[in-house]
Structures are given as structure tokens and as C-alpha cells.
């Protein structure tokens, strides 16, 4: 079924890694991605641990045929997927051909993976997790905010991305039950395709998920970013905004918010870091267990840590 497995290291000892993995034969086909990592390790410590399923979703996973191929989208490569978005700008339809039949593209990622970045022309369901992700799935009257919700469930091709395409497994399998018939999925995610075609159709950063919060299409693919530039192929608006205040300035950063027991993880731009003191909403600036605003890139550690502070704080007051 899905398997994830994350390493970092130097790049001759990953590819060893990679060959004595492929000579397992459950491995054999295993599709690998490597990506610099821009300051020392992204992984510096080794962690084994047992999930259940690496995909959280309402109403569970469990109950899903996930281990039929064919219940899944159609995978893409890169190169196939590059050729179907562009194809579909082309406003001349007469030709027909397979490539420019209507497709509706999804982004089953979560809300702040999308801010700082995604496919022009996608379009993601209202929600802040992929958890909730809702495309598709209302049994009731169509919404109106829904693309999937009046369609013609066989001829509208449907193409789908996430990070890394396990989410896409999941998604693709609910709405073939629903009895979508037409489904595509990227290949390997969004990591896969800026390795290989670079920021073409792209717009914006890529979210990922470990301390390096989002990387830019470059250190995928160096070269491809230039090139696409000169050919006009790379949308230079900065489309990414501060979720307090919508201001498009250049240094927003992801971080979760101050208060403990929101923590939602948003981008914000550093006036109002100051102003809210690292916290999402006015609410969550009184709330009981805030941790003080961290500086630069780093992530929030445990709590006790915080909150041993905060008595010390307290009693010196
Ligand atoms: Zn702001
Ligand atoms: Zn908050």
C-alpha cells in the first residue's frame, strides 16, 4: 500500500540506499525523488514509527479499496501532466484530440500549502485541511462553490495533485466510488514535476514538511527556472498573502500561531507577528497557554518548555 519513507544524507550514500531498496522486490518500482537539502540535514535525527494510515481524512480510510490500482486516478508523468494543462489553455478546441477535452484541476493539499503556492488555474475546496477536503462528495444539492458538484461525472476529465501523490490515492479512490470515471493524478506530486519540468504552469513555492517549511521551484531544478523565465513560462506575480492582513510584502513566512491550543499554522508578514505577538487572531492573544513569538525559522518545541518560562516570567514580575 502507501509507503512513505523520508532520508536525508549525502547524496552518494542516499543512492546506495536507494539500490540495496530496490533489490527487495515489494521496493522494486519504487518511485524515488531527491531534493537538496539547502541547509545541512532536513532529517537529523532517525525516526521509525508506526502509522496506522499516513493519510488523516473524515470518516476514516479504513473502509476505502486502497489496495485496487484501479479504484485510483490514472497516474501522469510529469511530462503528460505539463502537456494537459497546456493543452488546455489553447483556446482553439477544434481539434479535438484527446489532450483538450474539459478538465477541472484540483489541489487536494491543505489550505497553507496551497497559500505559498500551487498550480495556476487549481482550485481547492474552502476548508483548511485536506481532512475536510469536500469536492465532490455532497450528496445534497450541488454547491455552488463545488466544480465537481454539476458535472458530467464521464466526460470531464478530472486531474488531481498533492505534495507527493499519496493523498491523491485517497481522494481518487472516493470520488471513483462516487462514479467519477475520468481521473488523473501527478505523478509523484509536485515535488516530482518541478524535478522534472520545472515551475512551468507553477505559481509560487512548494510547502513541505519538515523544517524547511517551503521550497522554492529552483531547488528542484535549477536550471529549468531560468529557462522558463526567458521563455515567459513563470508568473512572477506574488500571489501569496499575510492571512491577517492580505498584504502581498515579500518576507511571509509560515508559523504556527503562539497560543498552544490553536496552533494553527498560517503565513504572516512580520508586522503583524509584532503586532499580534505571533498569534493568528486578536482571540488567541489572551489565550492561557501562549509561547513567546519565535524568531527566524525555527518550530515550536514542547510545551513545558514554554511553559516553565512563562512561571519564571511571572514570579520576576
Ligand atoms: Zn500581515
Ligand atoms: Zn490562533
Same mark, same amino acid.
Given at each position: 500500500m502507501n509507503k512513505g519513507l523520508m532520508h536525508s544524507g549525502p547524496s552518494r550514500d542516499a543512492l546506495a540506499y536507494v539500490e540495496w531498496l530496490r533489490e527487495d522486490e515489494n521496493f522494486s518500482d519504487l518511485l524515488v525523488q531527491i531534493c537538496p537539502a539547502l541547509n545541512g540535514h532536513a532529517f537529523p535525527k *532517525? @525516526?521509525? /514509527? +508506526? @502509522? =496506522?494510515? &499516513?493519510?488523516?481524512?473524515?470518516?476514516?480510510?479504513?473502509? &476505502?479499496?486502497? *489496495?485496487? =490500482?484501479?479504484?485510483?486516478?490514472?497516474?501522469?508523468? =510529469?511530462?503528460?501532466?505539463?502537456? @494537459? &494543462?497546456?493543452a488546455g489553455k489553447d483556446i482553439d478546441k477544434a481539434s479535438n484530440s484527446d489532450l483538450n477535452r474539459d478538465f477541472i484541476l484540483l489541489d487536494v493539499r491543505n489550505g497553507y500549502e496551497w497559500d505559498i503556492g500551487h498550480f495556476h488555474g487549481a482550485r481547492r475546496p474552502d476548508v483548511d485541511c485536506f481532512r475536510s477536503t469536500s469536492f465532490g462528495l455532497s450528496q445534497r444539492e450541488a454547491f455552488a462553490s463545488d466544480p465537481l458538484a454539476d458535472l458530467d461525472k464521464e466526460k470531464t476529465d478530472i486531474l488531481m495533485y498533492c505534495t507527493g501523490g499519496i493523498r491523491c490515492d485517497v481522494y481518487s479512490t472516493i470520488l471513483r466510488q462516487r462514479g467519477f470515471h475520468n481521473l488523473y493524478a501527478l505523478k509523484g506530486g509536485v515535488s516530482h514535476y518541478l524535478e522534472n519540468e520545472g515551475p512551468v504552469e507553477w505559481v509560487g513555492n512548494l510547502f513541505v514538511f519538515d523544517s524547511r517549511l517551503s521550497l522554492p521551484p529552483s531547488a528542484y531544478k535549477p536550471d529549468a527556472v531560468s529557462e522558463a523565465r526567458m521563455i515567459g513560462k513563470v508568473s512572477e506575480n506574488p500571489?501569496?498573502?499575510? +492571512?491577517?492582513?492580505?498584504?502581498?510584502? /515579500?518576507? &511571509?513566512?509560515?508559523?504556527n500561531c503562539a497560543n498552544l491550543d490553536c496552533n494553527l499554522l498560517f503565513l504572516c508578514c512580520a508586522d503583524c507577528v509584532k503586532n499580534l505577538r505571533g498569534c493568528c487572531c486578536l482571540n488567541c492573544t489572551t489565550a492561557p497557554q501562549r509561547r513567546p513569538v519565535l524568531p527566524g525559522y525555527q518550530r515550536y518545541k514542547k510545551w513545558h518548555l514554554y511553559r516553565d518560562s512563562e512561571v519564571q516570567s511571572q514570579l520576576t514580575i
Open positions: *532517525l @525516526k521509525l /514509527r +508506526y @502509522k =496506522p494510515s &499516513l493519510v488523516q481524512l473524515e470518516g476514516g480510510i479504513s473502509h &476505502l479499496p486502497l *489496495l485496487d =490500482p484501479s479504484m485510483r486516478a490514472i497516474p501522469l508523468a =510529469p511530462s503528460e501532466w505539463r502537456n @494537459k &494543462l497546456e500571489f501569496a498573502t499575510c +492571512y491577517i492582513c492580505s498584504s502581498q510584502v /515579500r518576507e &511571509l513566512r509560515h508559523r
